[in-house]
């Protein structure tokens, strides 16, 4: 198998491989490094790489003994650089942050590693992950794989690049309003948002956003994020999510609801409604019963989501060692959310539950939610440059508004890609579960993935920038 066949493999088929003895661990490791050193000059999905390390990590896996205990043997895989690997600084995207190297790996972390995977680096996010694109003056664009002159989403902008270019098996995600979904939508990527808990945001991040962020897998395939849980999630189905995806599946109601949350200012893109469309088509000729139903958004939901995102930011900048070293558009974000008193954030927190059940009424009538992605295409690298805080603000949320109330809820919802756009952009729509039903999801998209395989598409990148 070539090098690039074998990094584009995706964690499920390696794992496989290195468990069985077709390739060893070093062999999967070596292809995933030599197309990061051939495209993320290009891209510019890591903000570092750990070379030296994972080709140590993968020649001491290489030499022991499989009991069978390793599910994600050998596997490459990116971690965010909003949490912590032991010995290399957790930057944000800034340079305001602790400067200092992290004294231990995140719980996440330590959960990939015993499961055999093999950390090769961390990805790039926006400062302070705030917005859906990925550019910082610290440390550059990240652009999308699929054409070099839009961006990747954000704020998991380097995970979604490295994923789709095949420099890792699965990357790992956060998604505090959309974080995972995005960038998974913007290049044609599954991407998971878990249920709140389901996977730990220790030691050092419980509650974060306040209680709106969660981890998540972001891969080529529906099977590598299916593994990915099964190795650092809690709870879950007998036998795990991967086996699971293969269980008889009995055909689902399916509600579509286009409708955004009240309060947001938006209008769906005629190749995103066209997306929905076709996925409604594919999922019908798989025996689902799709129907038009919209969700019961109350005002509070809109108001919740925004009020909880704006105060984190602050609570963020508050903890910085060096805020002066901050963009000034982060500083005004900052201001704006000081805007959000004590009282405030606790009543946005209090709504939950409320909003939660109206929200969840659907679900009466619906086993999942088909709903929109993105509302059009991503922007344009430096589209957004130099604008303020407010105008950012409001150009990202028409793009996205479909996403973060699923966390102010803390309930699972997914990004499935659906196809390209006239300019060969992914194209993507969004489902959401009941309370704790990741399966549900994963089993929806693994049937769509069957019905119309997407990761045999491949972005054409070759040789170093120009």
């Known amino acids: ?81 909003d949490t912590d690997v032991l010995g290399e600084r957790t930057a944000w995207g800034s340079l305001a942050t602790d400067p200092n190297p992290a004294p231990h790996d995140a719980d996440v972390v330590t959960r990939l590693r015993e499961a055999g995977a093999i950390v090769v680096g961390k990805t790039s996010v926006p400062e302070l992950t705030i917005w859906p694109f990925t550019e910082t003056l610290a440390f550059g664009a990240t652009r999308n794989p699929w054409n070099l002159d839009y961006a990747t989403g954000g704020s998991s902008g380097g995970s979604g690049a490295a994923a789709a270019a095949g420099l890792c098996g699965v990357a790992h995600g956060s998604d505090g309003a959309g974080s995972v979904r995005i960038p998974a939508a913007f290049n044609g ?39 990915f849980l099964d190795a650092v999630a809690d709870g879950g189905p007998d036998g795990g999510y991967l086996a699971a995806l293969n269980a008889p599946f009995q055909p689902l109601r399916i509600a579509i609801s286009l409708k955004p949350p009240p309060g947001s200012m938006t209008k769906l893109g005629d190749e995103q409604r066209a997306a929905i469309d076709a996925t409604a088509d594919a999922l019908r000729a798989l025996g ?24 984190s930011v602050t609570d963020d900048v508050q903890t910085l060692p060096q805020p002066e070293r901050l963009e000034q558009r982060t500083i005004n974000m900052a201001r704006l959310g000081g ?67 699923w966390n102010a809820i803390g309930q699972p919802a997914s990004s499935v890609p659906a196809g390209f756009d006239s300019n060969g952009l992914p194209l993507s729509v969004q489902f959401g579960a009941a309370p704790g039903d990741e399966l549900t999801l994963l089993r929806i998209a693994a049937q769509l993935e069957e019905a119309r395989p997407w990761a045999e598409a491949r972005p054409v990148l070759d040789g170093p920038a120009q």
């Open 339 to 405: 805007l959000i008193s004590d009282r405030r954030l606790a009543q946005a927190r209090a709504a939950e539950p409320g909003v939660a059940a109206q929200i969840n009424t659907i679900f009466e009538s619906a086993d999942a939610v088909l709903m929109p992605g993105t509302a059009a295409a991503p922007f344009k690298i430096g589209q957004l440059q130099g604008r303020g805080a407010l105008w950012t603000l409001n150009a990202a949320a028409s793009r996205v508004p479909w996403y973060g109330v």
């Open 189 to 227: 990527l599954f991407g998971l948002k878990t249920q709140r808990e389901r996977i730990s945001l220790g030691p050092n991040h419980f509650d974060g956003w306040n209680g709106m962020t969660v981890y998540g897998p972001i891969s080529r395939n529906v099977a590598d994020s299916a593994l």
């Open 288 to 311: 689902h019963d799709v129907f038009e139903q919209e969700i019961d958004y109350p005002v509070a939901a809109f108001v919740s989501t925004v009020a909880r995102y704006l105060r």
């Open 1 to 81: 198998m070539e090098a690039s066949d074998l990094a584009y493999a995706g964690a499920a088929a390696q794992s496989q491989m290195v468990r069985s003895g077709a390739v060893t661990a070093r062999q999967l490791v070596e292809a995933t490094l030599q197309r990061i050193d051939q495209i993320n000059p290009q891209i510019n999905a890591y903000r570092v790489v750990f070379a030296d390390q994972a080709l140590a990590q993968a020649d001491a896996i290489d030499a022991a003994s499989d009991d069978g205990s390793q599910i994600m043997r050998g596997v490459p895989v990116a971690i965010k650089d």
